[in-house]
C-alpha cells in the first residue's frame, strides 16, 4: 500500500511540476519569515549581544521589556504591511507586489546587520529598531500575499499542499536559523560577529525568493479580473502543464470568468465595504482573521520566539544546551510538517486536522504548565524530561493542524472578488497578535509563571471547539464552488462533516453541494420557488444558525 502511495505522488509530481515549483518559489519567501521566528530568539540568549547593547546590567524586568521590545517590533512592520498589501497586490498584480516584498526585506535585513558598525550601542540598538520594523514591511506584506497568489494558481488536486508548503517554508526557516544560532554559539569566540552572522545568513532565502519569483507567472485570477483572458489562459495552462485548448483549461478559465461576473476592478475601500454585503459574505470574510487569531493564541509564536529561555526555565543551565535543545525542537517541527504536507492535509481534510492538532497541543501546554507550576525551582526531576517531550510534541501536533491549515482554510474559503482585502486583513490579524505575544510572553514567564501555558493551553481547546461546530469542510471543493458550504445550514453541514458529529442531528442533513449548484442555475428568480425545489430535492433538512436569506440569479 505505501508503494502505491509513493507511486502515485511521484505522479502528481510529474504531473503538476510547474505548480509544485510555483509553491516552492513563492514559500521561499515564508523561509524568511520562518528564519526570524527562529533567529531572533537565539540572538538574544547569546552573551555577547546582551553585552554589546548593555542588556547585561539591567534587572531582568528590564531585559524582559527590551527583549520583548527588539523581537515585536518586526511584528509592527509586518502588521502595516500586511494592512497595505491588499492595495499593492490589486494595483499593479501579485507577483510585482511579491517581488517588492523581497527588495524591502533584504534592505531590511542588510541594515539589520550593520547596527551599530561605526556607532554607539545606544544609536545602534534604535538602527536595530528601524532596520526590523523596515524589514518587518517585507515580510508582512510577502506573508499576505504568499497565500493568495499560491491558492489562485495552484489546481485543486494539490491546493492544500501547495498552500501548506507555506508552513513547511516556515519550518524549514525556524530549523536552520536555530542551527545557526548553536554553531555560532559554539564555534565562534564572542564579539560582534557571533550574534551578527546569523543576521547577515538571513539575506540568502531573500535572494532566493527574488530570483526564484522571477521566472513565475501572474496569478490567472488577477489576470482575469483585469479582462485579461489570454493571459489568464497562458499562465493556467504553465501551470498545470497542459495546452492552452485543454478541455481542463478552458473549463476553470470560463468558471473563474463567471465568478468575476459583475466584479471586475474592485477598488480597495469597495471590497472592504463589500464584506458586509450579505450574512454570507461577511462570515466567508471573517474566517481567515478568526482562524489567524486563534493561531497565535496556541502558544506557537511564544515557543519559537523564547525557546532558549523556557528550555533554561526546564533546566538547562547553559546557553549552548539550551540552544541545542531548541534546534532539536526545528527539526522535529519541520519533519512533521513535512509527513503532514505530504500524507494528512488532503487526505484528513481541512477540519479534522485542525480538531485533533488543537486538542492534542492543548493537552501538551497544560502538562507543561502543571510542571512549571509543581517544579519552580528549575531542579532536573525525572518529570523533566517528560516536559521536554512534551514541548517537542507540541510542535508535532501544532505541525499536524494549526501550524498551517488555517492559512489553506482562509484562502479557500475567503471570496474570489475580495480575496485580497480579506487575506491582508487576516495576515494583519496575524502580525498583530504576534506583536501582542511577543510583548507580553516575556512579562507572563516573568510574572505568571506556569499560568502562561495554561492560557495556551485552554485557548486550544476553545479553538478546536470554534472548528468542530463552525467551520465546514473544504477539501476537494474548486474555489468557485466554496459559496455553496456557506449558503444553507452552516451549523448543521459543520456537524455533518465533524468527528461523531451527526449524533447531534438526528436526521437532519444540510443540503448537498450538487444540489445547490444545480439550483443556481435554475432560471428562477422567487425565492419561494427555490424554497420548494430546495425542499423537494432535500426533505427533512432543517434551516441551522447563520442560516442566509437564499436567493437565485442566472450567471
Not at 554589546?52 to 502595516?80: D, K
Amino acid at each position: 500500500m505505501m508503494a502505491t502511495t509513493l507511486k502515485k505522488e511521484l505522479r502528481d509530481i510529474i504531473q503538476y511540476r510547474n505548480a509544485y515549483f510555483l509553491a516552492f518559489s513563492a514559500t521561499t519567501g515564508y523561509v524568511c519569515f520562518g528564519w526570524d521566528i527562529g533567529l531572533i530568539g537565539g540572538v538574544l540568549a547569546l552573551p555577547s549581544f546582551q553585552q554589546y547593547f548593555g542588556l547585561l546590567s539591567e534587572s531582568a524586568s528590564a531585559r524582559a521589556s527590551l527583549s520583548a521590545n527588539i523581537v515585536s517590533v518586526l511584528q509592527a512592520g509586518g502588521f502595516f504591511g500586511a494592512l497595505f498589501s491588499s492595495y499593492f497586490a490589486s494595483r499593479f498584480g501579485r507577483k510585482p507586489a511579491l517581488l517588492a516584498s523581497g527588495v524591502i526585506y533584504l534592505i531590511g535585513s542588510i541594515i539589520q546587520s550593520t547596527a551599530g558598525i561605526g556607532t554607539s550601542p545606544a544609536v545602534g540598538l534604535k538602527v536595530l529598531y528601524f532596520s526590523r520594523f523596515f524589514g518587518g514591511l517585507g515580510v508582512g506584506l510577502m506573508a499576505a500575499l504568499v497565500p493568495t497568489y499560491v491558492s489562485e494558481c495552484a489546481p485543486r488536486a494539490i491546493r492544500g499542499r501547495c498552500t501548506g508548503s507555506i508552513e513547511v517554508a516556515v519550518g524549514l526557516g525556524n530549523m536552520l536559523a536555530f542551527w545557526v544560532n548553536y554553531s555560532v554559539s559554539l564555534n565562534i569566540s564572542p564579539g560582534q560577529m557571533q550574534w551578527r552572522l546569523p543576521i547577515i545568513v538571513q539575506i540568502v532565502p531573500g535572494a532566493l525568493f527574488l530570483f526564484f519569483m522571477l521566472f513565475q507567472p501572474e496569478s490567472p485570477r488577477w489576470l482575469v479580473e483585469r479582462g485579461r483572458y489570454e493571459e489568464a489562459a497562458a499562465a493556467l495552462a504553465h501551470i498545470a502543464s497542459k495546452n492552452q485548448n485543454d478541455n481542463a483549461i478552458v473549463l476553470t478559465l470560463s468558471e473563474i470568468r463567471a465568478d468575476f461576473v459583475g466584479k471586475h476592478r474592485l477598488p480597495l475601500l469597495t471590497q472592504f465595504r463589500k464584506m458586509a454585503e450579505s450574512r454570507v459574505i461577511l462570515l466567508r470574510c471573517i474566517i481567515p482573521s478568526l482562524a489567524t487569531f486563534f493561531q497565535q493564541w496556541s502558544g506557537t509564536n511564544a515557543i519559537n520566539y523564547y525557546t532558549p529561555q523556557i528550555f533554561a526555565g526546564l533546566g538547562f543551565s547553559s546557553t549552548s544546551s539550551a540552544l541545542f535543545a531548541t534546534g532539536i525542537y526545528g527539526v522535529v517541527k519541520f519533519v512533521v510538517t513535512c509527513l503532514t504536507l505530504a500524507f494528512v492535509i488532503e487526505s484528513w481534510g481541512r477540519k479534522r486536522t485542525l480538531i485533533y492538532g488543537g486538542l492534542a497541543q492543548g493537552l501538551m501546554m497544560l502538562w507543561i504548565g502543571g510542571y512549571a507550576g509543581a517544579h519552580p525551582n528549575q531542579g532536573v526531576v525525572p518529570a523533566t524530561y517528560v516536559s521536554i517531550v512534551a514541548i517537542y510534541l507540541y510542535g508535532v501536533f501544532f505541525c499536524l493542524g494549526w501550524g498551517f491549515t488555517p492559512l489553506v482554510l482562509g484562502s479557500e474559503v475567503a471570496p474570489g472578488h475580495l480575496r485580497t482585502a480579506v487575506m491582508s486583513l487576516a495576515s494583519a490579524t496575524t502580525w498583530l497578535f504576534t506583536y501582542v505575544i511577543a510583548q507580553i510572553t516575556p512579562i507572563m514567564l516573568d510574572r505568571i509563571t506556569y499560568g502562561t501555558f495554561l492560557v495556551f493551553g485552554i485557548a486550544s481547546f476553545v479553538m478546536a471547539i470554534w472548528v468542530y461546530i463552525f467551520i465546514p469542510e473544504t477539501t476537494g471543493y474548486p474555489l468557485e464552488d466554496i459559496k455553496y458550504l456557506f449558503e444553507k445550514d452552516i451549523i448543521v453541514r459543520s456537524l455533518e462533516d465533524a468527528p461523531g458529529g451527526r449524533v447531534f442531528l438526528g436526521k437532519r442533513r444540510a443540503v448537498s453541494v450538487e444540489d445547490l449548484k444545480a439550483i443556481d442555475a435554475l432560471p428562477m428568480n422567487s425565492p419561494k420557488d427555490v424554497s420548494e425545489e430546495l425542499k423537494s430535492r432535500s426533505e427533512g433538512v432543517h434551516e441551522g444558525l447563520f442560516t442566509s436569506e437564499f436567493k437565485v440569479t442566472k450567471v
